[in-house]
């Protein structure tokens, strides 16, 4: 029973370059969620997708970033004309139903050089 | 915003010593998660708590969800060495969670 995956685990972009992040949730749950993690910091909820729809955006910075999660395929992060700051472990996770544990991937380490 | 404490930030024992952390916050969740994540990877859901007053145990880890429903206890008995790394506490009441910025552990062997 596979966990969430989250592939590439490690992306390196030049400022101004995309970077797009990927998710596969767990077998059965529809719900997905994105959080990013600074060093030495908690994690923060930035997007709460279910399949198609996008629920809660209130923690992504307006500009840049937007999320998707398809009827088919991964739930997506993506992140256009990247800057510095933007350097992050981003986590996804997902559950089963809207309230409840989350389960998290392996996350994506985005270097932005 | 909403925010959380966890304490402590950090801490050294010796293997087979007992582990306390805690997390506080000023609002009432609905749901606390405690989770421990190792260097490059990520956060691993140790115990889920429903109702104030729950006591959960997972193993050597127990949990409580405190009465006020603002704070949360962890508790790791006897110690070992692959229990190093970090501990997050997460407060919720629905889908968001606001996390802790974790308890870092090491175990000295």
């Known amino acids: 029973n596979a966990g969430v995956m989250q592939n590439p685990r490690h992306l390196v972009r030049r400022r101004g370059q995309e970077a797009r992040l990927r998710c596969s949730p767990m077998?059965?749950?529809?719900?997905v969620y994105w959080y990013r993690q600074l060093p030495e910091e908690g994690l923060k909820f930035m997007v709460y997708?279910?399949?198609?729809?996008?629920?809660?955006e209130s923690g992504m910075p307006k500009e840049r970033f937007s999320a998707e999660f398809p009827k088919e395929g991964p739930s997506i992060l993506r992140i256009q004309q990247v800057v510095r700051g933007d350097s992050a472990a981003y986590f996804c996770?997902?559950?089963?139903?809207?309230?409840?544990?989350?389960?998290f991937g392996p996350g994506t380490r985005l270097l932005v050089l | 915003g909403q925010q959380l404490n966890q304490s402590p930030q950090s801490m050294f024992i010796q293997e087979g010593e007992d582990v306390s952390m805690n997390c506080t916050s000023s609002?009432?969740?609905?749901?606390w998660l405690w989770y421990k994540q190792d260097p490059g990877e990520g956060p691993v859901l140790l115990i889920a708590?429903?109702?104030?007053?729950e006591l959960t145990s997972n193993g050597r880890l127990t949990a409580q969800f405190g009465i006020t429903r603002k704070d949360s206890f962890l508790n790791i008995s006897a110690s070992i060495p692959s229990d190093v790394g970090i501990y997050f506490c997460a407060g919720g009441g629905t889908y968001k969670y606001i996390f802790g910025t974790g308890t870092r552990l090491k175990v000295l062997a």
């Open positions: 708590l429903y109702k104030a007053g």
């Open positions: 996770a997902s559950s089963p139903g809207p309230e409840g544990a989350q389960y």
């Open positions: 077998k059965g749950h529809s719900h």
């Open positions: 609002s009432i969740f609905n749901t």
């Open positions: 997708l279910q399949k198609e729809n996008i629920i809660d």
